[in-house]
């Protein structure tokens, strides 16, 4: 199990990695999509990476309604833990 922090950690290296957002911008309550400018399909990606993170397919349902890092953080804690 992770803890929130831990996903915090992650979910800021998979940003920096592959949508090269500056790690310092991912903040829990940053937009993802007016702070950290991604778009639809950067969404897209981002629930892959997800999946690969957890190990499990994960419904983009899921992220519906993630709008700020924090939103990712606490969907990711959910499915790891729920």
Same mark, same amino acid.
């Given at each position: 199990?992770? /803890? $929130?922090?831990?996903?915090? +950690?992650?979910?800021?290296?998979? !940003?920096?990695? &592959?949508?090269?957002? @500056?790690?310092?911008?991912?903040?829990?309550?940053? %937009?993802?999509?007016?702070? !950290? @400018?991604? /778009?639809? *399909?950067?969404?897209? /990606? !981002?629930?892959? &990476?997800?999946? /690969?993170? *957890? #190990?499990?397919?994960?419904?983009?349902? %899921?992220? $519906?309604?993630?709008?700020?890092? %924090?939103?990712?953080?606490?969907?990711?804690? &959910? +499915? *790891? %833990? #729920?």
């Amino acid at each position: 199990m992770q /803890d $929130k922090e831990t996903i915090l +950690l992650e979910l800021r290296r998979i !940003l920096a990695e &592959s949508f090269e957002v @500056d790690p310092d911008a991912v903040q829990p309550d940053a %937009n993802l999509y007016e702070d !950290l @400018d991604l /778009d639809s *399909i950067d969404a897209i /990606d !981002l629930i892959v &990476s997800v999946q /690969d993170l *957890i #190990g499990r397919k994960v419904q983009p349902e %899921n992220f $519906k309604a993630a709008r700020t890092v %924090n939103d990712v953080v606490d969907i990711v804690y &959910s +499915l *790891i %833990n #729920g």
